[in-house]
């Protein structure tokens, strides 16, 4: 339905790359949001009042928070687009992560409030009452955070938005929810069964299972957490396809929110090139990166020897005792630093890439490099950086 609506109210609506077409995204599913659960929440409370039901109740203040979350995401989006400024230098985008992170507080204090509610009726039961009008809201709303979940699970996957695949989450709980409630006033009525309190519970904790999962699926990125290879696939691919490049190692990627990225990287070029010529290439590449990702990138070049064999000798050796310890390990960055003044040793510096939570610990790793380095060349200095990446 969104993604409908945004070919209406979008300008290039296709091009979700654009950080202002995600944005508009953003604040139109915010609005879609707020107007489809005040609608809900009127409708359920007018239920609720009919019903004399607890859980009915619960349910609508539950979509009454979910207006509230709607207002959240689109004031965040809104925000998110702010420009960099003096205070903000790279930009408001995390805020959309905030919005989201809020949201899932406020799911979660609904989830317990609706807990304390529905224990005391445990203790206090109530009749309750249920007819064609109750059913027919009942319905109409699950219909309804049908549509919205798929229409929020749409969007989050098209603009990779975080906080709208809470709202998706948020809506599909909503869904069970209320037919929990729906089969629990039907019965109740039917059957005279007091378990209106009991279904409220139910209905409290599946609100607040959902309400952690957002706090989780948000607070990774405010934290900090690693590129998906495919990304970081797709990097390297783009610094690949100029045939000066010989390797790409040492990524990082800063998120500043989503469509505001900022990236570093290594590429190893030809020793025998020139610097300028070398400066203009890395130049293309960072262009290249920035019309594709509309991201900052900065890239540095490590000089690889290619016309020494006695290098190529030793970079083989290396790279042998290295699979033998372990297949999973590699290395890059290797150079060989011949002294520039008298009394100055050889230096052999490079990098060795090795995953998060590998059994060896690092020194471990150096030393077996360090001793198998010193009965190779034995008048050499060894620099060996450990490098963590998921591998």
């Known amino acids: 339905m969104i993604v409908f609506l945004a070919g209406f109210f979008i300008k290039n609506y296709k091009d979700t790359e654009r950080p202002e ?13 707020v107007a489809l659960n005040i609608v809900l929440f009127l409708s359920k409370l007018l239920a609720g009042f009919l019903s004399g039901s607890i859980s ?10 979910d207006a509230a979350s709607s207002v959240i995401t689109l004031a965040g989006y809104k925000l998110s687009g702010r420009a960099p400024d ?36 445990i203790f206090k039961p109530e009749p309750t009452r249920f007819n064609a009008l109750i059913g027919g809201i009942l319905v109409m709303s699950i219909v309804v955070k ?57 209905v409290g904790l599946l609100i607040l299972k959902a309400g952690y999962e957002a706090a989780r ?8 957490e690693p590129p998906e290879k495919e990304f970081l696939d797709d990097i390297k691919a783009v610094a690949s396809r ?65 016309t020494d064999p006695a290098v190529a000798d030793l970079k083989h050796r ?20 011949t002294p520039s003044y008298p009394g100055e040793r050889k230096k052999i510096t490079f990098d060795v890439q090795v995953p998060y939570g590998y059994a060896m610990s690092d020194e471990e790793i150096t030393t077996y490099l360090n001793d198998f380095l010193h009965t190779v060349v034995h008048d050499a200095e060894v620099e060996i950086t450990v490098d963590k990446e998921v591998i």
């Open 242 to 306: 100029h045939s000066e490049i010989l390797g790409v190692h040492d990524i990082v990627v800063h998120n500043y929110g989503p469509s505001r990225i900022f990236m570093s990287l290594h590429v190893e070029v030809a020793d025998t090139m020139n610097i300028v010529t070398a400066h203009n290439i890395i130049d293309e590449i960072e262009k290249e990166l920035h019309m594709k990702y509309h991201c900052t990138a900065v890239i540095h070049a490590d000089p690889v020897a290619v």
């Open 56 to 65: 009915i109740m619960g349910d609508a203040f539950n979509n009454l928070s």
């Open 146 to 202: 049908l549509i919205m979940f798929f229409s929020n699970m749409q969007v989050s996957k098209l603009i990779h938005a975080e906080a709208l695949k809470n709202t998706a989450i948020d809506s599909i709980s909503d869904v069970i929810t209320t037919s929990v409630v729906l089969a629990c006033a039907f019965l109740s009525s039917r059957f005279n069964l007091n378990i209106d309190g009991y279904v409220g519970t139910i």
């Open 21 to 33: 077409v995600r944005q508009s995204y953003g604040i139109l599913s915010g609005a879609f949001g």
């Open 318 to 337: 290396v790279g042998t005792a290295l699979k033998e310890l372990d297949p999973k390990l590699s290395f890059h960055d290797f150079r060989v630093i």
């Open 86 to 121: 003096r205070e903000h230098p790279f930009g408001h985008g995390r805020t959309e992560y905030i919005a989201g992170l809020i949201v899932a507080f406020l799911i979660i204090i609904t989830g317990f409030q609706l807990i304390e509610e529905s224990v005391s009726k």
């Open 217 to 224: 699926n948000t607070i990774s990125p405010l934290l900090g």
